[in-house]
């Protein structure tokens, strides 16, 4: 071979190399600070904010939910009410319940409601979320009492 062809492929290996551990460093950067999201507040336009018309509440029937409890997991206690929905769970600093486990992502799952029920809906988490011992897919129903269990941690809606 000649010195040409050695330098090239040499070239080439660390060109590899290179871009295996930019990516490597993005991957790790988004876990760890979560994806940007745009600032929509601040933009060409300059002018005055615009005012938002607040978020239809459900409808408090009797017996139904009114908050999402960690029953189990690090976070054990943490709460968030269900008039704000949508609740978001993860890792991330914008989530409303903030868990502290290895094995749930920066935006792991979302519960909202539609109508008169909550689901529960997994953001493309790596680790999954699993209603009662069931991997979910796609928003699932959720009652009173169901255990949502997001990595190591066990969530359920309480009145």
């Known amino acids: 071979m000649s010195e040409l062809t050695l330098f090239l492929i040499r070239v080439a290996y660390l060109a590899i190399l290179w871009i295996f551990v930019l990516s490597a460093i993005s991957v790790v950067r988004s876990d760890m600070f979560g994806a940007r999201v745009p600032d ?3 933009g060409a336009g300059g002018g005055k904010p615009k005012k938002q018309k607040p978020a239809k509440q459900p ?3 009797r017996g139904s939910p009114t908050h999402v409890l960690v029953v189990e997991g690090a976070n054990a206690g943490e709460r968030a009410e269900l008039d704000q ?6 890792r991330g600093n914008d989530a409303a319940i903030r868990l502290d486990d290895d094995y ?3 935006r792991h799952a979302r519960i909202a409601s539609s109508a008169d029920q909550w689901f529960v809906e997994d953001l493309g ?6 209603v009662g011992t069931a991997r979910i897919t796609q928003p699932t129903t959720l009652a009173l009492g169901t255990q949502v269990r997001i990595g190591k941690t066990i969530l359920e809606l309480r009145k």
């Open 104 to 106: 749930v992502s920066t």
């Open 85 to 90: 929905a949508p609740i978001l769970i993860g």
């Open 59 to 61: 409808a408090k029937k």
């Open 40 to 42: 929509t507040g601040r």
């Open 125 to 130: 988490s790596t680790n999954g979320t699993y």
